[in-house]
Nanobody, 122 residues
């Protein structure tokens, strides 16, 4: 069983930065960050596999950076130049499978954290 624990959310003004962390237990191949704003569907933000290959949704490219430390089994999301549109609950997701056709699609992931809130004010 894989357990995921997120931390690092909070409130920040537009243009600010936050860093999210996700501590994982067990072997994981693919990890990702997803977010869900009230009244909206869960959206894939960024993903990274064990070989450090990454993917990003267009709206965060150039602002967010996903990384992972395989030794510590920890996932990170550095978020810079935040905007109010980034406000959402952010979830860490993980999957043990090595063949992920759609890395930014939520159904590809079997394990989820409890979420951490990110609020960006204008």
């Amino acid at each position: 069983q894989v357990q995921l624990v997120e931390s690092g959310g909070g409130s920040v003004q537009a243009g600010g930065s936050l860093r999210l962390s996700c501590a994982a237990s067990g072997y994981i191949y693919m990890m990702g960050w997803f977010r869900q704003a009230p009244g909206k569907e869960r959206e894939g933000v960024a993903t990274i596999d064990r070989d450090k290959s990454t993917s990003y949704v267009d709206s965060v490219k150039g602002r967010f950076t996903i990384s992972r430390d395989n030794g510590k089994n920890t996932l990170y999301l550095q978020m810079n130049n935040l905007t109010p549109e980034d406000t959402a609950m952010y979830y860490c997701a993980a999957d043990r499978g090595e063949f992920t056709r759609r890395p930014l699609a939520a159904p590809e992931y079997d394990y989820w954290g409890q979420g951490t809130q990110v609020t960006v004010s204008s």
